[in-house]
Structures are given as C-alpha cells and as structure tokens.
C-alpha cells in the first residue's frame, strides 16, 4: 500500500479536521468511515516507514474516538476495523513466520481516574469486591521496535518482528547482533523446551547521539530518533548494520512455553513480576530498577506519577508505563479482545509531540548580537503547556531540517520544557510553501550582519544596538550575574523605554522618588529595589565580570580571573599571553576580553560605575579556598545522584568543594566518588559496572567530611 503526496496531505487534513472536533458533526457512518481511513493511513506511515507525521497521544485519539461510535452503533462495525486487528509492521522485504502467540495491542490511559477505571473493570471481571487484593506489576513502556524471540531446547531459534500480531517479518540474523539477546539461555533448568519472548528492541539516549556525531562527522544524513532507528535497524539487509547501531533489546513478557512432554509451561509462583526474575536470571536485559510490584492501584498511579516526572533522567526512550495484573490466573481469567489483554493496560504520559503549522519566523537579538530565528506556529497543546513560539537556532539549523514557510511541522518538548522542531512534513506540502530567507541586516537597527568562521550564528556588529543593549541590561541584573533580587526583565523594558536606563551605570543612580509614582510600583517596591541594588553593589567581582556580556566569558572563567586580580580593570594591561598561561582560559575567550577592555568607552562605564558604588577590588570570596593536603576528597572527583535528604544539591556540591573534590556532571572513567540518595536511577548503575568508582551513601559523605 502506497499513499500519492495528495493523498497523504488530506488524510493528515483530515486527521486534524476530526481531532479538532468540538462535537461529533458528522454523521457517524461518514465519521467512522473517515476514521478508519485515517487511522490506517498513521499506521502505515507509523509501522511500515517508521516516520510519524502525528503524535501517539493523536493517534490514540482518533483511536479512541472510532471505538466510542463503533461502541455506540455496533452495525457500524467493519472487518477491517482498526479496533478489531492489531496493526501491521509487515514488509515485503523478509519473510512473514508465525507467533507462537497473538501479539496484541495496549489499551491505554492518561491519568488516575483512568487506572482506577481499570482496576474496576479487573474486580467486574473476575466477581472480585473493592476489599479484595489486586497485586499489579508496572514497568516501563518502551518506545522502541516489538520482537519476539523463540528458544527450542535452549538455543535461539528464531527471531521476528511484531509485525500484524499474528505473524511478523523474520529477522533472526539482525537480531544475532544484539549483545543483550544470549544465543543460548538454560530453560531447560525449568523444565522449558520450547518459549517465546517479547521485547522491545531500543537505543540508548546517549548512545543515538554518539551514533549522529558520527554520521555528522562523515558527512552523512543524521537520523531522526532512537525509535525510527531502531527499528530500521532491525529491518536492515546487512547484519553489520544492525550491529552498528548499539540496538539493546528489553524482555517484557514470556507468551508461550511447553514442557518436554508438550504440556503447558505454569511458573510455580503464579506471578508475572517473578517470570521476569526468572527471565532475567537467564542473562536477558530486563527493566529491574524501573519495575515494581505494587499491591493495590494507589500504589500504580504514585510509581506511574513518579515516572512521569523522571522519564527524562532515564537513559532509554519511554512513553508511559505498563500496567498488568500480576497474578498469572487473574490474566487468563480476565482475557482479551481481538485488539488487546484485558489484564493490561498502558499509561501514556503527557505528549512530547504534536504536529502544527508553521506560519511566520521573527528575528531576536541577543546580548552579543547573535541573531536568532524564532519560529510563529499555530498554538498547540503539548505536554499540558500552550507552544506558539519556538527557536529556530540559526540559518544552519533551517537549511539543514529543510523547514519552510507553511510547513507542517513535529515539534517537541525537550525534556518537556523546551520546544524543538524535530522535523517538516515534506509529504504535506501543496506548493504553497516558501523558503525561509534569512535578514541580511539586524532587524533592529539594519547594520549589515557578519558571520565569524567556525560560528553558526550571525551576528551585528554594532554594539549599540538597542536591541544588545537592553539584552546586556537583563542579563547583568540576572540572578547568575549581579542577582539584583525583584529587578526582572518587566522593569528594565520599561525603565529603558522611559529612558531611565541607557546602560549598566544608570542602574546604579536611578531616582527611586520617581519610580515610587509610577503606576504599579509605590513606596514600598521602589525602597525594594534600592535595597537590592544597594546590596549588589558589594558583590564579589566574579559576578561583575560575567555580567559584562564579554563574548564566552562564562561564570566559571569569571571565577577562575577573579582570582588573578586585584582590581578589575587589572585585566586592560593583560596580554594574550597572560591570560593563556591561566589554566581553563584559552585564546579565544582571551581575545574577547582583550577586545572589551581596550575600548575607552567600556572603560569609562567601568569608572562611572565604580563612582558610584560598584566594588571593583576582589573580595575574600573571589579569593581561592585553600584546601589541606590532607583534605578527604583532595584531587578527587565526585558527582551527586539521586534525591538527598539532608542537604540540596548545590549544598552538597560546595561541602565537597570544601573537602578538596571537583564535581562533574557525569559518569565515566574520570569520576572517583559517587554518592547516592534515594532512587539514584542509571548513574549508580554505571558507576558499579565501571568498578573504579568509590560509592557513598549521604551519609557516609557526610561522615567523611566530618559533618
């Protein structure tokens, strides 16, 4: 089955027509047609191209929406009804094999009430009262490619994907590939002859990077996700490739076993949660940290939750966790449907992805002049926030995703906070497109823009700009630079529109009579703000140097040069060479610096603002800390993982600090010391496999300090 670029721009028209239905305005033999049009059309684009142009949580509505009008007019029921079959991964490119077992679907969920809805349906199911116990097994779901893996007298015998749930694709050479899939597993020692497994075959986040870093780097095209690279993976006519991919394979669930005398498998322990023990004592990759037996449906919903809000802190892609009756009797005596296992069940977290239209691109300037494209789409709804503005980056970053002016296009919440543009939908444009022309002058004050080698972004030169200047001014009152409390961004516009403010001295003799009388301030916000800046003034002059907006001069370069002076403008009769003999400074970030304080006008706002109160002179506090030889932790480098109970984070980063330690941010063969506190996730993990590294609890830290 094939789609014509016409046809595919109106089934995804369509698509969006009946999502955005705000009652069923169709008749509803019209409206279930078009569903299952549309739904099998996402489907073919979801499991045979593995390239999505629709979120999950979209698709499960249309889903949803085509089960509530065949529910209500049953004569509306087709054969071919998506509800009724599992949908197919089948190609024409291996050959199909049968399952030992039906691969079926997932019923899915969004929130509590949905799971306590669940849990009701089991109780009705089975003649169970709300007092009598339900013990669930919840582990992640993982947004990857299904296989299923056949062992026949201990030997892997055959591998497939899920294909339509009752036959799928063979692909037991790829699979071969996958160092967590054992070529032989001892289920012999149980009394197995024959078994069936399913998993979900994925890439490590951190691995999929690597993997485009290297591509990058050989100039071939970058893939778009962990998921569609997986599974394009597994489909692969050369093995090798398969084995390139660093392809993991999680098992989830056993689905058939025989004995040697041909009768059904029965774990002695009536327990899904125990299988998987078992499965995972035979050397296969299972969930251990991310699953758990949970003894009643309050339970679920707080472990479901609790992920929720974790699912960026894991290492793997997951979109929701699976729910399943633990208890192996209450499965069989639940049952299924033609679609899915009445025992089960998946809570979808809150959706990552949608799909929206581009519609215009505004141009922002920074704080040193770089020009950043901001992308104007349709609002959407994505992951419980309204997005109608996202960040194009630079002209590289358009050029190189091929987005245009009236694009649909996927975008994302990464790490659900910011919105990315993960691809347009070529396949849905109808001509009426357009290229996006980046400005060849600022779109502030229209000096020529220039573009420094080995740079992305575009930037102007002229640094008077108004648009640089009032970017300088919210950075330097900003909470990392001179933490000016209660002085934002609001204030500044308006004191700079006013004319109050026209650069970093004028912060430091504002009227406060005046700003009393403005409207929305008074007495009490202007004395505020005195007091604050008043007590910036005596900041240590770390703080200072990197509120100065000085190209690549970080916080931690800031730190590392207020150090080497006595007074800032030390730095105007330092050369190239004094500042790289500073380890951590290299010759870029020194030219910049070089650049700033050989302009007299920079020099003379540095006076200005000394004049009026601003410390220039370092401080104890920019002073180095001296540490003791003898020191705990001296030359020792640490990291902090999990949730600590006595101390935040950056607390626990300073005492170490105190003791000698460097923090770093991540596990590998340069860390020395982990500590842990309470479900410190893949971090620990690693750390032990690693075998190098000293691994403390909170309190053992603590301990060693001496606190």
């Known amino acids: 089955m094939t789609y014509s670029d016409i046809e595919q721009r109106r089934l995804f028209e369509l698509s969006k027509e009946i999502l955005n239905m705000s009652s069923e305005t169709m008749a509803p033999e019209e409206l279930a047609f078009d569903l299952r049009e549309v739904i099998q059309y996402h489907e073919w684009r979801y499991y045979i191209l593995n390239d999505p142009i629709i979120s999950d949580y979209e698709y499960d509505q249309l889903f949803k929406k085509l089960e509530s009008i065949e529910n209500q007019y049953p004569s509306l029921i087709s054969p071919d009804s998506p509800t009724h079959r599992i949908s197919s991964d089948l190609t024409n490119q291996f050959s199909p094999v049968a399952h030992l077992a039906p691969m079926l679907s997932l019923g899915n969920s969004y929130n509590a009430d949905d799971l306590i809805d669940f849990d009701g349906q089991i109780r009705r199911l089975n003649k169970m009262d709300d007092a009598s116990p339900i013990v669930y097994a919840v582990e992640p779901k993982f947004d990857g490619g299904s296989i299923a893996l056949v062992y026949e007298d201990d030997v892997l015998i055959r591998a497939a994907t899920r294909g339509n749930g009752v036959q799928g694709d063979e692909i037991t050479p790829n699979i071969k590939t996958l160092q967590t899939i054992p070529l032989r597993a001892k289920f012999s020692k149980y009394g197995i002859k024959k078994v069936e497994l399913r998993g979900e075959a994925l890439i490590r986040k951190d691995f999929f990077s690597k993997i485009n870093e290297q591509r990058l780097a050989k100039g071939l095209s970058l893939f778009a996700n962990p998921r569609n690279t997986a599974t394009g993976g597994l489909r692969t006519k050369d093995p090798q ?118 519609i215009d691109v505004e141009y922002q300037v920074g704080k040193i002049g770089s020009i950043t494209p901001v992308a104007k789409v349709e609002p959407v709804q994505l992951a419980g926030v309204t997005v109608s503005s996202i960040s194009l980056h630079n002209q590289d970053f358009i050029t190189g995703k091929d987005i245009r002016l009236g694009d649909k296009v996927l975008i994302e919440r990464a790490g659900d906070v910011i919105p990315y543009i993960v691809k347009s939908l070529p396949d849905l444009r109808n001509g009426g497109e357009s290229e996006i022309q980046f400005p060849a002058t600022c779109p502030v004050c229209a000096t020529l823009l220039i573009r420094k080698g080995g740079e992305a972004a575009w930037r102007c030169p002229n640094y008077q700009c108004d648009a640089q200047v009032l970017q300088r001014l919210i950075h330097h009152v900003s909470k990392d630079a001179m933490n000016i409390d209660g002085f934002g961004k609001a204030y500044l516009e308006r004191f700079y529109e006013l004319g109050w403010v026209k650069n970093m001295a004028d912060i430091y003799r504002l009227n406060y009579d005046q700003i009393a009388q403005l409207e929305g301030f008074g007495q009490k916000s202007a004395d505020n703000l005195e007091a604050a800046i008043a007590k910036a003034k005596q900041n240590p002059i770390r703080r200072l140097l990197y509120s100065l907006s000085i190209h690549h001069l970080g916080k931690r370069v800031a730190t590392i040069l207020a150090t080497e002076i006595e007074h800032v403008l030390d730095l105007k009769d330092w050369d190239l060479d004094r500042f790289t003999t500073i380890k951590d400074v290299g010759p870029v970030v020194a030219e910049n610096i070089i650049e700033y304080f050989s302009d007299q006008s920079n020099i003379q706002l540095l006076v200005e603002m000394e004049d009026l109160g601003v410390n220039m002179h370092q401080l104890e506090s920019d002073r180095p800390k001296v540490i003791q030889a003898d020191a705990p932790f001296v030359n020792k480098s640490i990291l902090f993982t999990g949730s600590l109970q006595t101390m935040g984070r950056k607390e626990a980063q300073r005492l170490a600090e105190e003791a000698g330690a460097r923090n770093i941010s991540a596990v590998s063969s340069k860390l020395d010391v982990l500590v842990v506190g309470e479900n410190p996730g893949s971090k620990l993990k690693k750390a032990e496999a690693l075998g190098t590294v000293k691994v403390l609890t909170e309190q053992e830290f603590l301990t060693e300090i001496g606190k």
């Open 241 to 358: 490739d398969t084995a390139s991919r660093s392809i993991e394979a999680f098992i989830y669930h056993l689905s058939y076993a025989e004995t040697f005398d041909g009768s059904r498998y029965r774990h002695n322990k009536d327990s899904h949660f125990d299988i998987i023990d078992m499965i995972g004592a035979l050397g296969f990759k299972v969930p251990n940290e991310q699953r758990k037996r949970c003894e009643n449906i309050q339970q679920v919903i707080e472990f479901c939750n609790y992920w929720q809000e974790q699912r960026e802190s894991y290492p793997y892609e997951i979109d929701g966790m699976v729910v399943k009756v633990d208890s192996l009797e209450l499965q069989e005596k639940s049952g299924s449907t033609s679609h899915h296992p009445r025992w089960a069940i998946a809570f979808k977290f809150k959706a990552k992805q949608a799909t929206t239209t581009l």
